[in-house]
């Protein structure tokens, strides 16, 4: 996703819980297996605790809280500890497990999106399942967090120029030149917080809960980033997953590297699936928009755009069918204003379509999606790799393309080596009780399809559902019953769909 300044992050939330009397929990279950994540670790200890869950502030009336501690380093000897807050829904009527999720980032906040994704969820799940919401390890009301990481670079990025060739090499120098030494003081400023905030503490973090909470299982609904927790969890504890949604996955295979390569296709994929939903006319203009940017600006609602401007505004939140309205605007505005002639109404439509776009494609969050992103994966590309990725996605796509390209080939710029902890590759299937259901939206630029692709190829006899669409993230955001029907039976029955591909269809009223 595009962030100003090079760096990409997620907003935050805290939790407090006043006392009340107790609800009660099953007993807990021994720990599964020892975690496959590392080769060399044990399981980690995990002390008895007994979760008491207190009625929650007004803000999520009706919800149970809690805080657990666990160890901040699961694979290590300190004794420093890592709280993470969490909020139980129970379920109303006959209990038949439990389901958790992450929303995402890294970073996404369980507490934040409780009440939006509770309400969500079918009436028949609601009735089902205690539904838990947490906050991973240093995000929102968890703690210890980063702290000092927020000052900001005044040096310029390199001149880009308006129209014409682009110096993708000097562009990269200059993000990472800027954004290194920013990360470098972060990491430097948190020697017992940043060092442990990968995927694969939260893992440990989650088993710890579930024992915590005493049940047997998880039914677990990874979205987006979320959707790497349920991956890992699966590979570490396969016995402690009753069900298994991953929804706008994570190639599971991913490093740093392919991660940066992968704009250089996923905007061109998203520009034909979104130009394929509306008339004819749609994906040659948006075609040859976005080829004349690069050699002319043009005035819209009395002001000079290039494609710096543009192109972020029309590609930026391709990935979110709230902003289609606003993109087929910018791009028949565009297009009139280069080709034809256009009214002033048409003008201040566009403007405000600009404004909504350009707002969206640029929201900040902390440093801990880098840390994260950093501990998860290897194979960081050089910068002369970033730039060739780079030039690649401006020859198939766009100047945004590229853009988002140095700004993930940059990510761990000014971090150590040793910050890595990846997963092994899958070089075997992964064989779960009950296989997983995997879906994507074909056109998405956040998660690629391929990538959700290669999740679900992995698991034996998983399901895999195709949204041809670019919506990212789609169980329960989409009036569609062949997205959401086969996902909620899944949950409920454990009854494995068939894979299969589905129409585009509208975004359900919040």
Known sequence: MLRRGGLAVVACLALLAPVAPAIAATPATTPATSPSSFPSSAAPARPAVALTLRPCPTDLTGWRCSTLTVPRDWFGTSDLTARIPLAVMPARGERIGALTFNPGGPGGSGIEAASRWYAALPERMKDSFDFVAWDPRGVGGSTPKLTGCRTKSTRAYYDRPATGPVDWL???????????????????????????????????????????????????????????????????????????VMDGAWDPNATLATWAAADSWAFTYAQSVFSSLFDDRLAARFARVLKALN????????????????????????????????????????????????SPAQERRAGLAFTRLARDAEKTDPYTLNMVMCADMSGRPTLEETARYAES?????????????????????GLPDAIERPYPPIEEEIALVTPPVVLN???????????????ASYFTGSSFITYNGTQHVIYRKLRSACLNVPVTTYFMTLTVPASTTCTYAPLRQP
């Open 170 to 244: 000097a562009f990269t120098r200059d993000v990472a030149s800027s954004t290194g030494p920013e990360l470098q003081r972060c990491w430097e400023a948190n020697p017992d917080v940043a060092p442990y905030l990968g995927t694969d503490y939260v893992v440990e973090d989650l088993e710890a809960m579930r024992v915590a909470l005493g049940y047997d299982q998880w039914s677990f609904l990874g979205m987006s980033y979320g959707s790497r927790i349920g991956y890992r969890y699966a590979r570490a504890y396969p016995a402690s997953l009753r069900a298994l």
């Open 295 to 342: 050699a002319r600006t043009v005035v819209i609602d009395g002001r000079t755009r290039t494609r710096w401007d543009l192109t972020p505004a029309l590609l930026g939140d391709i990935s979110s069918q709230s902003a289609y309205d606003d993109i087929r605007a910018m791009i028949d505005t565009t297009y009139d204003a280069l080709f034809r002639t256009t």
């Open 393 to 413: 996605a401006y020859v198939n796509s766009s100047v945004l393309a590229s853009l988002v390209t140095v700004i993930k080939g940059t990510t761990c710029e």
């Open 441 to 455: 939206a074909l056109g998405d630029t956040r998660t690629p399809w391929l990538g959700a692709r290669t999740m």
